[in-house]
Structure formats: C-alpha cells, structure tokens
C-alpha cells in the first residue's frame, strides 16, 4: 500500500499495491502493520456497505462527537463516488475546509479518515457499494452531522441530489464554536 497525503492534515489516500498475473490481481486492503508504520490508527472494530442505486445519491455529512469519535477507511469497490471530508477539529488551522476525491471501481483508492472529521459522499453511477471501516461502534447519542450543502463549507457537489435520506436533507449548517 502507498500512502497519499491531502491537503487537509491527518487525512490521507491509500493506493493499493496490486500483484497481477494471468488470474487477474491480489491486493491487501488493509494492513495493521502498514496502517501503524504510517501512522494511522489501525484499531477498527466495525465494517459496513453501503448500497446505491441511482447516481446522484447523497449520504452526508456525518460524524460522532466525543468520546465516540471514530476514524474510518472507506472504498468504492462498485461504481463510483465523490467523496467529501470537511475538518471539524476545534482549533485547526483547516476548520471548515473540505478535500474531496473522486474513488471508483478503477482507482481502487480509499480515504482514510481521521478523527475529527465529517465525512459524506455522491454517487456518480448507479448501483454503487461503498465499504466503510470504523475505529468506533456507532452510538446513536453521539451521531452528529449538518448540511451537504452549508454555503460556509462550500463542497461543490457534481451532480444534482437524486436521492437524500429526510434525516440528512433536514440537518443543520456546522457549528462553528
């Protein structure tokens, strides 16, 4: 695996290393040993895939407060997705400020997401299936998140909102304390 760094500090992309023969390839998607030498928290306890169907779906923008903060690794292993993190850290340098990736079926890259970042994403073709990993439980009392399209985050979403759950339609702008 090589790890690519963003221009948001903390957060970072990882590329896998791909072993091709006539079969097609092996990849390791994830590794405790890698994840430390670069370190990154390599402690997660939960998996989940999220299932698309129509391109445009919006998911986001999502996190867990104290004391439930979590890290996450996500990929796109079908179809294709924009991939927006917003730096919510109180007293960063990059509060507010967002990075966003395009990741694909093709690319095979994901995005290691630190603590203390919202994350969210739109799909850019149907049927698409996103695995997350999380350094944390999910704890419905510490769930937070606000509007994908806050106009002090600015995150240029590429295409129009297909389909959007009510929770995330109705979420609020951030905070900023």
Not at 24 to 38: D, I, K, P, V, Y
Not at 76 to 88: H, K, L, Q, W
């Amino acid at each position: 695996m090589r790890q690519i760094a963003t221009e948001l500090p903390g957060a970072c992309l990882i590329e896998l290393e791909r072993h091709e023969d006539e079969r097609g390839f092996f990849a390791r998607t994830w590794c405790q040993h890698e994840f430390e030498e670069f370190g990154l928290d390599s402690h997660f306890v939960q998996c989940s895939v999220s299932f698309n169907r129509v391109a445009g779906t919006l998911r986001g923008m999502h996190y867990q407060q104290a004391p439930y903060e979590e890290s996450k690794l996500v990929r796109c292993v079908r179809g294709s997705i924009f991939d927006a993190i917003v730096d919510i850290r109180p007293g960063s340098p990059t509060f507010g400020s967002y990075a966003a990736f395009e990741l694909n079926e093709e690319n095979q890259l994901a995005i290691y997401i630190p603590k203390g970042f919202a994350h969210g994403f739109q799909t850019l073709s149907p049927n698409t299936e996103v695995l997350y990993q999380m350094s944390e439980f999910f704890h419905s009392d510490s769930a937070r998140g606000f509007h994908h399209s806050d106009p002090s985050v600015g995150i240029a979403w590429p295409l129009p909102v297909a389909a959007i759950s009510e929770k995330d339609a109705e979420l609020e702008k951030l905070a900023v304390e």
